[in-house]
């Protein structure tokens, strides 16, 4: 890994040969910059064109699986993001992919049990429709 070394604007004189530990660093600077070397500039978000960056460029094992666990984990029950098991109250069924108001959903088990509503916005990721016209429970995600 390279080393970051500051070079002072008063170490390189206009007219003048450059000392070889300004050249040294003139070479290395660049690539500590890119391996992310203590005290060198950030590389910003920026500087990469859209979809550059693809998750195939990021570390592999287990790292980004524990990450996104931390974070599932700590969010709270009903928010953006959760899964809940939940009854779908009075209107039309709805099928795989189809969002619904939480105002018509009501946490659920097996047995139909309503205790209240739900807030937000939820994807329907089973389906409620059991051809005979009566309500049931099933897996919703929050998407807002």
């Known amino acids: 890994m390279a080393t970051w070394t500051t070079i002072t604007t008063a170490a390189l004189e206009p007219g ?3 000392r070889s530990v300004d050249g040294l660093a003139l070479r290395d600077n660049p690539i500590a910059i890119a ?14 064109d ?10 592999s094992g287990t790292d980004e699986r524990d990450w996104v666990l931390g974070r599932t984990s700590g969010a709270a029950a ?3 993001g959760t899964y809940a098991f939940a009854l779908a109250g009075a209107g039309p069924a709805s099928g795989f992919g189809a969002s ?4 018509r959903l009501t946490p659920s088990n097996v047995a139909v049990n309503p205790s209240g509503y739900v807030s937000g916005t939820w994807r329907c990721m089973g389906s409620t429709d059991d051809g005979i016209g009566s309500v049931s429970t099933t ?3 929050r998407i807002s």
């Open 35 to 48: 391996e992310g070397a203590a005290g060198a500039p950030k590389i910003e978000n920026a500087a990469f």
């Open 16 to 18: 003048k040969p450059v």
């Open 50 to 59: 859209a979809g550059e960056l693809g998750a195939e460029k990021f570390q």
């Open 139 to 141: 897996l919703w995600l």
């Open 100 to 103: 619904i108001s939480g105002s």
């Open 78 to 80: 009903g928010a953006v």
